[in-house]
Each structure stands twice: as C-alpha cells, then as structure tokens.
C-alpha cells in the first residue's frame, strides 16, 4: 500500500500517514486543551507520531497505544472510504473527495515543512489542488468580525488576484476569509479552502451554499478525517497548513489580538511574506493590520501592490501569468474586473468628481448634498457610480468605493 | 296574525338586511325566535316580554313566532330587538303594519322599554339607505352617527312608546345634544376630527406632529414624501436615537385628505369597534401596533366580529417599529393584506372579509445592536447579522419599494433649519397624486405603488439614459425582475413629485438609491 502510495500513480494515502491522521482525531479532547496556548500547539503538532501520543494522550496513553499499534494490521483506511461514500450519498455533496499523503508526488511542495500534515483529505480533487497550487498561492486572512470596508477589500482583492492567474487560499469563516472566496468565484476561478475540521463537517451551515461553490470551481483541503470535528485547535491548525501553501500572506482587516493576529504571525514564523491593508486608524478593526504594518509587513493597496510582492519573491510566476491572464484565467464577469484606473479616466467629470468625494468621507447622500452636490445630481451619480461597479453600499447607508482591481 | 319588520344585522365589514316576520296565533303561550340567531338574540325574548309589559302594552298571551329571515345568515347582536318588539306589538295589533315595511329599526331594549345604542349605527345606516328604507329608527346616542349618511331620515326614538308613535305616523324624539367632548376620551390617537362639520372630508386634517419637526435627515424626508406621494410601502433603517419613529409619524400628515367614500369607510370600521363616532373620519388612520402584537391581532378574528389592525389601517397607514422583534408568524400574517388589500378570516363558526388597503411603513435597527455602520461601534458578530437578516428577509421585505437610512451625525444636529413643513410636503404630494389619478384613470388604481406590470410597460417612459441604466442594472445582476419593477413604480412617483410626465434618469437614478437591497456585508454569502 504505502508503495503504491509513493508512485503516485493510486489515490489514497500511505498507512503511516493515514494513522497519523486517525491518531489526531483521538486526540481531538486533548490536542483543544493545549489549543489554549497556540504556539505549543503548533509544536506539538511538530512531533512524530509516538512523541505526541507521550505528551498529550493523559490516562488514555496505554489503550491509544494498544490500538495505534494495531492499526496497521486492519484495513480503516479502506474503512473510512467506505464510509465516507456512504455520507456522500445521503449529502448529495463532494462525491470526489480525495486522499493525498506527503509521500506522493501531487502532494503540495509548498507543505514540506516540518509541522506539516502528513495527509490531506481534498475535496473537488487532488489534480485540481495540484493545479492550484503550482500557480502562485495568496492566503487572504483576517479578522472573523470584518466591517464593510474590509469585505469589500478581501473581495476585490481576492476578485484581482484570482483574476491574475494568482490562485486564493483562505479558510471558510466569517467575515474576511468567506469575502475572499466569493471575490475568487467572481472572477470565475477556484480557490483553495482550508478547512479547520474533517471536510464532512467543518463548514459552518451559513457558508454551505459558498463552500459548495469553491469545492465546485476549486478545492477544500483538511488534514483531519471526514467526520471529525476540528473544534478550536483544528482551526488554528489549519492556519499552518494556510500560511505553508501560500507564498504571500495578506492580513486583510484585524484587531490587534493574538487570535486576530495568530496566523499573520505564524507565517512571519514560516518565512513566508507578510502583507498588510491598512485601514483607519481610528478603527479597531484596523489595529491589528497596522501593527503589523508597524513591524514591517509589506503594505498592499490592492492586487497589483500583491502581484509586485510576488515577483519580488522570486516565484517562478511571471512566465504563467503572463501565459495564464490572457486565457484560462481571464475574467468571467465582464465591467466587474475592468482596471480601476481606465474606467476612472473615461468617466464623466461630476462621476469621477462623486467617486473622489465618497472615496475622501462624503460617502451618504446627505454628506454630499451638505458638500454642495445638488440631491438629485447626487443620488442620480452614486447610483451610475455603482452600477458600474466602482461603488458599493455599506452598513448604515454609506456608499463605498469598490477595491482596485490592479 | 302576521306582521313584518326591517333591521340590519353586521357580519364583518358587510351589513345584512334581516326581515322580522312575527307570526302570532293561537295555541300554547310562548314566545320562539328562528332564523341563526346567536344568544345575543336569543335573549331579546326575555327583554322584548319585559319592555312591552313595562312599556303598558300587551303582552299577548298566544303563540309567537318570529323568524329572522333570511335564514341562513347568522344574526348577532342586541340591536336586532326593537324591530322583533315593534314587529310582534303590530302582529298583536297594537301597532299600524303599513309603516314598519318603510322604516327600519335598529336598536337594543332595556327591560324598562327605553331604546339603548346598539354598535355599528354608521354602517347600518348606510345599508338602509341603500336598501331604500324611507328612514331609520334607532337610540338618541347613535343618532348623530347614523345622520352622517346622505339621503335618509333619521329618526331618534328613546323609549319603545316613541317607536310606536313613530311608526303610527308621529314625530320621533328630539336629537340629543352631541357629546362630542366627552367622546374624545379613548379615542387615542385614532384619526378624525371631531370639529369638523360632518360632511366629507373637507378639512384639511392638519393636526398632529408636524414634519417641520424633524431636524436634517433630508434624504430621509425626501423617501417619506416619495412614499407618501405614490403610496409605497418603506422601511426606515438607521440606529437608536435617529428619528425614525419620529418621522414615521408624520407620514400621516402629509397624505391626502380620505375621499367621501374612503371617509364613509375608514368611520364604518371605527363604528363596527364600538367607538363613538359623531362625524365622518377626516384624517387617515395611523396605526402602530406593539411588536408584541399575535397574528390575531393584526389581522382580526380573534374573537367573532373583532377587527384587526391592517383592518383599522385601511385607507391609512400602519407603522410597524421594531420590524424585527415582531414575530414570524404575525409577518407572514401581512402577506394577503400587502398583496390584495383586504383580510379574508376564516374560523370555525364564521368568516368575513375586511377591506385593508394601508400603506405600510416599518422602522427597524440595521443589526442587534443598532449601530451597524455608525462608526466602529457595532459589535454584532456574523452570526447575530445573519439571523436579524433573516427575520426581516422574505415576503415581507419583497413588498417594500423603498427604503432609507437615516444616520447619526445628521439627526444630531439641532441648528440644521426644518427642510420643510407637513402643509408644503403635502401640497407637493397632492400634486402628485393628481397626476397618478389622471393617468391611472382607466385604470382601477388609484397610487403608482399599486400598477402592475402592463400598467408599468403603459405609463413609465424612460429616457434612454434611463433605459441604459436600466440594462445595466440588470446586467449585473443588481436588480430582479420584481426588483426592477419596484424600482420602476418609485422612479415614476419622484418623476410626479417633480411634475414630470417622463421618468427621466435622475428619477431612476433616485429610485435606484432607495431601493431595499442587502449591503456588502448582507449579500456576499450566495
């Protein structure tokens, strides 16, 4: 089994790592425990097989030992497929729901650290994560509790990248993580979920109908079994796996706390670029961007600030996006990704004369009937302003200029 | 002997004509009533035996039989008595039979014989002047209600004697005095106006907050008087403390005086609740009921005859604050009214429909919290939006054509000068609405709120920076076909309000600011 693993050539995963990822799930109870302090958590996960069962298994370290011992001589992998397609029948959902292990060759580079999974359960297909991740991969990461600026940020942001041959990663939360993946779909391309439970269970229920969508243009990836939850420490797990696919990680919106700020700091650890969006600095939904900014991330302004960070990296991109952004990769939706500065230039002077002010705070009707802008005139631009996509509505009745696409 | 009587008995909104036959013969002494009656009428036996002997006449020891036909109609209430009284006294002969097929009667007996007020003298008197009653008999106190009515006699009879004497060709009672200051007590703040001479709806209906009250929120202002104008349902959006109440108030002040018939209808309602009504409804209902409020309670039917609030709201305006509170069920109980501006309620023993064509106005905090876009100061999760979206989301909101939200830093300022006055706002809306009438005149509407769609195709004329806006709307997926309609049935009102026959782009332009679509942070899960 495990040499078939290796070639490649057979999906599935090899027995060892298959029983790394069953251990994991015994030791869910325990492994949240520790979640309470992350980085421990994160070096725990760091540790081979038998030195993790010693450090977190408790009183249970005799009896998980027994069965760990034995699993090889069952077959539970072919068990949990089994029953895995039995699920996938009554769901309706994910029928190709694939195993991949780091011994075979489609398995992510990206994910060779030394904490890093040893298995992976890929939703919508191990050739499509393949794909992916052979393009150059942007984790969008953020706070949970996003305002409408930030929305409209990872949206776009996601929306220019995806558009640009750069494939997404993100997890499928509230707020700026689940705003990615839908600025991803807008312009047509897939994008890479990382779940923090089994894939059978980890999607909150109101991000089904989104998660369903990304599964079906591009893939979900989890490191745990099909049914188990993932509870806190799946999640924070998952953002290692995030943050190693990825070449650049954005922070797009966050509050300075550690749990805001958890995963942009894992991947300073990591080594991978880090990137922020800054915000006001009023907001404290901004704090945690601006401190990162403070500490020398890379600031981004939009996709074309992240694609300049990209080259820099010295990815090996430029070739397949020059390639890639002519074709397959071309935007779906048409006006939606028009390049901000061409449609700003050939805009009519009161337009672009509305979209300066809603841009500089005059963003209600009524701040800019105060500025001096006749009501009409007023409503009648906001509204062509956001028909043509370059302006969106806000919380509370404000208007909001749209990301820049480039 | 067989004499005959003509009264009204009320089923719903709808007023029955019911015909007493008295039938007396010989037999076994006693008294029988036919003909669906509830115990109401059941138990006019014992007070009509009490109020003829007490009254001085006789009694006649035989067998009586009255039938109140048709006999398939329930018959409820008191106020059938005094015809069965005067119809079984002219059986017996003591009372002329030629005059009782010309007027009706309509009251409820004391056991003394006295003539008590029975609810619902408005419509019954509406009724027996269509049915061609030469006129009608009833209590000195439901008198002045029932006078309000063209084209018939009223005539006041206090005590059973008087109704002999009128029916023997006599004069009635005097009219007594009208007790109009004493009857403003519990009338809250129902609209109608109490001064007003009585004939229809001529006075302006003025009184109340004035819309000269509210401080800034000018695009706020502008949505009500668009909604007033064309008679769009809208929903107020914006944090505690904003006015939305306030302004929500005062719609009732800047809509058109009721027409005659409106007027006749909006009273009838309020007469079939047991309120005093002295003089024709002059202003149009506002009602906001508690977010507490059952289903029951908004549409009616609670208990048999009682009326609901969208039934109260008929030809006015219910204001639903805390749209979000209110439960599911009692939203959904909105849909028949909102879409075919009437109640059917059916229960066991009875159903009825009632007239409720309303203009609805809600006021609802943007999240949990109410501070949703008011700076940083929100501090509802995901979880908590997507379930205040919830409840406001479906049918209901489906049936909204604007909405506005009103923000913080301009209700805040107290200096900002009024934009303008209910007298002004309502002027201009009149104007409006002049125009939709013109137009809609072949039409069975009255409001833009209420065209259909070949109406809409007929009477919304873009100008081609319209239509292209339009397209593009829908190219992007902005606007549903519903949605495109509404926004269409708007544009057409601001084009009114601005005395434009063509609905130009700063119309739509407007209309497409005010319509109620979901925010970034509300449409981005699919």
């Known amino acids: 089994m495990s040499a078939a693993g290796r070639t490649g050539g057979e999906p599935g995963a090899c027995a060892r790592c298959a029983r790394r990822s069953w251990l994991l799930s015994m030791l869910s109870g325990p492994l949240d425990c520790c979640a309470r302090d992350r980085w421990r958590l994160i070096e725990l996960l760091a540790l081979a097989d038998e030195e993790l069962l010693r450090a977190v298994a408790g009183t249970r370290k005799a009896d998980l030992h027994a069965q760990y011992a034995r699993f090889g001589s069952e077959p539970p992998v072919e068990e949990t497929r089994t029953r895995m397609r039995e699920t996938d029948a009554q769901g309706g959902i994910e029928a190709d729901v694939e195993t991949i292990c780091h011994h075979r060759r489609d398995y992510p580079h990206a994910l060779d650290g030394p904490a890093a999974p040893h298995m992976l359960e890929v939703a919508g297909g191990a050739a499509r994560l393949a794909e992916l991740a052979s393009a150059p991969v942007v984790a969008v990461l953020g706070s949970t509790r996003a305002s409408d600026y930030g929305i409209e940020m990872a949206r776009g942001l996601a929306r220019g990248l995806a558009a640009s041959g750069v494939s997404v990663a993100g997890s499928v939360t509230d707020g700026i993580a689940a705003a990615a993946h839908a600025g991803a779909l807008e312009a047509g391309a897939g994008s890479i979920a990382v779940m923090g439970g089994g894939l059978g269970v980890a999607c909150p229920a109101r991000w089904r109908s989104l998660y369903e969508r990304v599964v079906h243009a591009g893939c979900a990836v989890s490191e745990l079994p099909h049914d188990c939850a993932g509870r806190r420490w799946g999640q924070l797990a998952s953002a290692r796996i995030l943050v190693e696919l990825a070449s650049v990680a954005v922070l797009v919106e966050a509050d300075e706390t550690a749990e805001d700020l958890f995963a942009a700091r894992l991947a300073r650890a990591r080594g991978r670029t880090v990137a922020a969006i800054p915000g006001r600095v009023t907001s404290p939904l901004s704090r945690g961007t601006h401190a990162l900014l403070m500490d020398g991330a890379s600031l981004v302004r939009g996709p074309g600030d992240v694609l300049e960070l990209l080259y820099r990296c010295g990815e090996a991109a430029a070739g397949r996006r020059s390639s890639a952004s002519g074709s397959a990769w071309a935007p779906v939706s048409a006006g939606a990704t028009a390049s901000g500065e061409d449609s700003q230039s050939g805009l009519r002077r009161e337009l672009r004369l509305t979209l300066e002010r809603v841009g500089a705070g005059c963003d209600t009707p009524d701040k800019l009937t105060r500025a001096g802008v006749d009501a009409a005139e007023a409503l009648l631009a906001l509204s062509e302003l956001e028909l043509m996509g370059l302006l969106a509505r806000g919380d509370g009745g404000r208007y909001l200029p749209t990301a820049p696409s480039n | ?526």
């Open chain 2, 1 to 526: 002997m067989l004499a005959r009587a003509h009264t009204f008995t009320i089923d719903g909104l709808r007023t029955r004509h019911v015909t007493v036959e008295v039938d007396v013969r010989r037999g076994l002494p006693g008294f029988t009533i036919v003909g669906l009656a509830d115990a109401a009428v059941r138990e006019a036996r014992e007070r009509i035996t009490a109020a003829i002997l007490n009254s001085g006449y006789e009694f006649p020891a035989r067998r009586i039989t009255a039938n109140l036909a048709p006999g398939d109609v329930r018959k409820a209430g008191p106020g059938l008595d005094l015809a069965i009284a005067c119809a079984v006294l002219a059986a017996s002969g003591q009372l002329p039979r030629e005059e009782l097929d010309r007027v009706a009667l309509f009251g409820e007996m004391a056991l003394d014989g006295a003539v008590r007020p029975a609810r619902g003298a408005l419509a019954v008197a509406h009724a027996a002047q269509r049915a061609g009653m030469r006129a009608l008999a009833l209590a000195g106190a439901s008198a002045h209600e029932a006078r309000l009515i063209d084209g018939l006699e009223v005539t006041v009879v206090e005590h059973l004697r008087s109704a002999v004497r009128v029916c023997s060709g006599g004069p009635g009672d005097a009219l007594p005095e009208r007790a109009g200051a004493s009857a403003r007590a519990g009338a809250g703040e129902r609209a109608r106006d109490e001064e007003a001479g009585g004939r229809p709806a001529d006075g302006d209906g003025l009184a109340g907050p004035d819309l000269g009250d509210v401080r800034g929120q000018e695009h706020a202002v502008r949505a009500i008087v668009i909604a007033a104008a064309g008679g769009h349902n809208a929903l107020l959006s914006g944090p505690p403390g904003t006015g939305k109440t306030m302004l929500a108030q005062r719609i009732a002040s800047i809509l058109p005086p009721l027409s005659s018939a409106e007027a006749v209808e909006v009273t009838r309602i309020h007469s079939l609740t047991g309120e005093r009504v002295d003089a024709l409804a002059t202003r149009r209902p506002f009602r906001a009921p508690h977010h507490s409020i059952t289903a029951a309670g908004l549409v009616g039917g609670a208990s048999r005859g009682s009326v609901g609030e969208v039934v109260l709201a008929h030809n006015g305006v219910l204001f639903l604050d805390e749209l979000s509170e209110f439960s599911r069920a009692t939203l959904e109980a909105l849909r028949q009214p909102l879409e075919d501006g009437r109640v059917a309620i059916a229960r066991a023993n009875h159903s009825a429909v009632y007239p409720a064509r309303f203009m609805l106005v809600a006021a609802t905090n943007p999240c949990p919290c109410g501070y949703a876009g008011d700076g940083d100061r929100c501090g509802c999760g995901e979880a908590d939006m997507a379930r205040h979206r919830r409840r406001l989301s479906g049918p209901l909101l489906d049936r909204i054509d604007l909405a506005s939200v009103l923000r913080r830093e301009v209700a805040d300022d107290p200096r900002a000068p009024a934009l303008t006055s209910s007298a002004r706002a309502r002027e201009r809306v009149l104007d409006a609405r002049a125009r939709q009438a013109a137009r809609l005149a072949g039409d069975d509407v009255a409001v833009n709120a209420h065209m259909d769609v070949r109406m809409l195709q007929r009477h919304v004329r873009l100008d081609a920076r319209g239509q292209e806006m339009l397209r593009a709307a829908s190219r992007r997926g902005m606007l549903s076909a519903r949605g495109e309609h509404r926004v269409l049935r708007v544009a057409r009102t601001i084009a009114d309000l601005d005395g434009s026959e063509r609905v130009r782009a700063q119309d739509l332009g407007a209309a497409l600011a005010l319509r109620p679509e979901p925010t970034v942070t509300g449409n981005r899960a699919a």
